[in-house]
């Protein structure tokens, strides 16, 4: 059967499969033309957007909380553009929610781009889902931010800008004295005066140096520019402020020093050879990194890291053993902790990739590698629980039917799942059907920013492993984490169906 045909069906029987109910007819909701929303006061110490985002930002800041999907629904009827909302959710999260601690309520702005990842890839059924729940998580992390003391973003100090040939300079000496304030103007005026790429490069080398938040500033600074990607650059220079301030987070601790082992990896990073990104994939090398992050400390594993780089192995076969570390402590104890070891790593993988800087390339690979070991000791799971050791159980079903025999089992034995999606795909199983359902399950079932953010970052790095044989068992991993078909559908989804028949009249499926 054809593959496009298996996947419609799968995804028309979706429901039978307790996958999650159809909200029919959206055919009202794919126009593309601008909205006209109302301009609605802004305090005038607060930073503006630019003039076309800024009335639709205004709205969604106002808005009560019981009212945002409806208003949302009316907007998108009335012209509001998928991008602009998209936009105007990020930004008001930008403007509304304080960076510190970068986690926790601010997870309104970090979990944006994962939302909108798994929207683009979603049946149009569901493809407008995520953005309801952006809004709505929105809301309820403006509520609380409020409630801790109603911060917002202020105007840049127009008259503290350095010169164009000093912002980058100011910039990182700033960010290495932990001093917010001229890191602030420093990072309007790089803004202002460098095109993307120059401006990213000293914020990805701040990025990769702190694991304080469990890893939440490398998360921040690639869910930034990922969304900024999707949005459009002009929407930079407020973003990068706020994740400057997130970058510069103490947490409460009165140190001015990253946590982690950066100032090591910044001298293991001169150990590397030259022409290390030339290196041979290495399955010996990457099972090698993998033994030593279950057993050393962060140290240790970024030395190991450089000897294997210096021994010929490519960095790809390196990263493969990350993921690898990461999705095991998610088998070992799910969990925050485990979640962001995949998370963090995923955001560093990117990090290494959107970098032109060879230095932070090699920086990014380490702290990688370092930091896994941090997250196992605060983990603490089973230590026997190995990824590579996984058993493989294929399904008592075949295709779309053992998709949610999967699924099924969630609820029932995580790990017995985990079992029967490795007999799936290592049994020829379609990958594309295991992860529309997982995408529908998160979609529908999931409870807060972390099913976004882990599923997103978890199958990426399933596709990205360079070596085809890690695909099925860290997809496997997944289901450690993912929500089962058994389990309720999220509030939003009654009330997004609500607010799309009171704008709509009522919708079929």
């Not at 953005?131 to 100090?157: C, H, I, P, Y």
């Not at 090591?264 to 290390?276: F, Q």
Request: hydrophobic fraction near 45%.
């Amino acid at each position: 059967m054809d593959t496009n045909l298996r996947r419609r069906r799968f995804l028309q029987s979706a429901s039978a499969l307790g996958l999650g109910a159809s909200l029919g007819n959206w055919s009202g909701l794919q126009t593309i033309t601008p909205a006209h929303a109302a301009d609605l006061k802004v305090g005038p110490d607060a930073v503006r957007f630019r003039a076309e985002i800024e009335p639709v930002v205004a709205w969604i800041e106002e808005m009560p909380g019981d009212r945002i999907l409806d208003v949302a629904v009316e907007q998108l009827k009335g012209g509001l553009s998928y991008r602009d909302l998209l936009a105007a959710v990020f930004l008001a999260g930008i403007r509304d929610i304080k960076p510190h601690p970068v986690g926790f309520k601010f997870h309104a702005v970090l979990a944006v781009n994962s939302a909108h990842l798994l929207a683009q890839t979603a049946p149009v059924t569901d493809r407008l889902l995520p953005l309801f729940w952006a809004l709505d998580n929105f809301k309820n992390s403006q509520a609380r931010d409020v409630q801790e003391g109603d911060w917002t973003l202020g105007k840049v100090d127009e008259s503290r800008l350095p010169g164009p040939a000093a912002a980058r300079t100011d910039f990182l000496k700033a960010m290495e004295d932990w001093d917010a304030a001229k890191a602030d103007t420093a990072v309007a005026a790089l803004c202002r005066t460098s095109g993307a790429a120059a401006t990213m490069e000293p914020i990805w080398r701040m990025a990769v140096r702190d694991q304080r938040n469990i890893g939440h500033k490398p998360i921040f600074a690639a869910q930034s520019w990922r969304t900024l990607q999707a949005i459009g650059w002009q929407h930079a220079e407020p973003v990068l402020r706020s994740l400057t301030f997130g970058l510069l987070d103490l947490h409460g601790d009165s140190r001015h020093v990253p946590v982690g082992p950066y100032e090591a990896n910044l001298e293991n990073a001169k150990k590397i050879r030259d022409d290390w990104q030339t290196g041979k994939a290495d399955p010996g090398a990457t099972r090698s990194l993998l033994d030593t992050i279950r057993q050393s400390n962060p140290e240790d594993v970024s030395a190991e890291v450089v000897r294997l780089l210096n021994q010929g192995a490519a960095p790809e076969s390196l990263w493969d053993a990350v993921a690898l570390a990461g999705n095991e402590e998610m088998m070992r104890k799910p969990g925050i902790i485990a979640l962001h070891a995949v998370t963090s790593a995923n955001s560093l993988h990117f990090i290494f990739s959107a970098s032109g800087d060879d230095t932070t390339r090699r920086l990014a690979l380490l702290q990688a590698a370092g930091w896994q070991p941090l997250y196992r000791d605060r983990n603490k799971g089973a230590a026997g629980a190995k990824i590579d050791a996984l058993e493989a159980a294929p399904p008592e079903t075949k295709g779309e039917d053992a998709v949610g025999e999967i699924f099924a089992e969630v609820n029932v034995n995580r790990g017995k799942a985990a079992e029967k999606a490795l007999g799936y795909l290592t049994h020829g199983g379609s990958s594309d059907l295991l992860f529309a359902a997982a995408r529908r399950m998160i979609i529908h079932k999931g409870r807060d920013s972390h099913d976004y953010k882990y599923g997103a970052a978890a199958w990426e790095e399933c596709v990205l492993a360079s070596d085809p044989k890690w695909r099925a068992p860290l997809a496997a991993a997944m289901f450690f984490n993912l929500p089962g078909a058994k389990t309720p559908d999220n509030a939003l989804i009654n009330r997004a169906r609500e607010a799309i028949g009171r704008v709509l009249g009522p919708t079929r499926g």
